[in-house]
């Protein structure tokens, strides 16, 4: 039998990533192009919650969506029709997350002429994403109330990477064990400086406060 | 559930390695497994298995894992706990200001290679 040499590597699996994330993230904000990773469980509602805030904001911000969905373009489909923006669909191949490289194909297939602001509607799953730096200047996630309240202690880690945590669907709540205010402290726990908002993207409750604070979030950006 | 995208991060960082060091046949990859990485061993050996053996420079190669154990500290009393076993909350105070030590690591340790390629 041969003999077996050791070459030591110690290396992170993420690492590669993180570079790609932080070049691609210093490339979009020479190009003024503000990156949101919005990322939920599969049903939360991210596509109805993008075209109610997308119509709200895109007399005021130049915004394009982009879909990845393990299969199907019915995503960046209903987005265009719905609200006129440009929108297209990316397929991650059977992968449960898109990481970085797959953010910048992406991109690379936009117009970004006159784009202030690109959202990426990630996968949808609460675990692997959160893992994959996108290059995104800041990520958001939607919780909506039938998932259940406890979802931050469950899922800690998709909770510490999100600047924006949106509590989607309330006009249910009373059919749920679903508390906001023990919601809201355990997301605190994970990350003491995530915002909430909570809203209905059906009925457009509340989707105002999301579209202010996207707007001041781009604009916050571009001063930076 | 995301092993599969972790082993072709593996594949591509081993492959990298293994030109660096003019190496063409690999026969055991190394890994630190943090005990909270959210890694499934026995997922990430099958998906290992069925990528691996796509690869002429990893064909046959075993992927063999380290379990890290996860340990929190806790910033209150500045003791060191068992993660799994206590969860956030620090077990001789009660303080919930702790954070984890290590355990969440997902690292190449080493790679084989057979002494004669």
């Known amino acids: 039998m041969d003999n077996i040499k050791v070459i030591e590597i110690k290396k992170s699996v993420f690492e590669d990533n993180e570079i790609d994330a932080e070049n691609l993230r210093k490339e979009l904000k020479a190009k003024g192009v503000y990156l949101l990773n919005l990322m939920s469980s599969p049903g939360a509602g991210k596509t109805t919650t993008l075209i109610r805030t997308i119509n709200l904001i895109k007399d005021k911000l130049r915004v394009a969506v982009m879909e990845a969905d393990i299969d199907s373009d019915v995503d960046a489909v209903k987005i265009k029709e719905a609200t006129g923006i440009q929108s297209i669909q990316l397929h991650t191949g059977g992968m449960c997350h898109l990481d970085a490289e797959m953010t910048r194909q992406g991109i690379d297939n936009l117009d970004l002429a006159g784009v202030d602001l690109v959202i990426l509607e990630n996968v949808g799953n609460l675990v692997c994403p959160a893992e994959f730096d996108t290059g995104a200047a800041r990520n958001a996630m939607i919780l909506s109330v039938p998932e259940g309240d406890d979802k931050p202690l469950k899922y800690p880690l998709m909770f510490s990477v999100c600047d924006l945590v949106v509590i989607n669907k309330i006009d249910v709540q009373p059919y749920f064990d679903f508390d906001i205010e023990k919601c809201k402290s355990y997301i605190k726990m994970r990350n003491p400086n995530a915002e909430v908002i909570p809203i209905c993207a059906k009925t457009g409750q509340g989707v105002e406060a999301l579209a202010e604070w996207l707007i001041r979030q781009v604009k916050l950006w571009k001063n930076q | ?117």
Not at chain 2, 13 to 41: R, W
Not at chain 2, 97 to 116: A, C, D, Q
């Open chain 2, 1 to 117: 559930m995301h092993e599969l995208g972790i082993v072709f991060y593996i594949i591509r960082d081993v492959k990298q390695a293994a030109a660096e060091h003019g190496v063409s046949k690999v026969s055991g990859v190394v890994m630190d497994i943090g005990e909270v990485s959210t890694i499934v061993p026995e997922y990430l050996t099958d998906c290992w298995r069925w990528a691996a053996d796509k690869e002429e420079l990893l064909k046959g190669s075993e992927l063999k894992i380290n379990i890290i154990p996860a340990v929190t500290y806790c910033d209150e009393c500045k003791s060191e706990y068992e993660t799994v076993r206590h969860g956030r909350k620090c077990p001789r105070c009660g303080s919930e200001r702790t954070w984890l030590l290590r355990g969440n690591e997902v690292e190449i340790k080493s790679i084989e290679v057979p002494e004669t390629y």
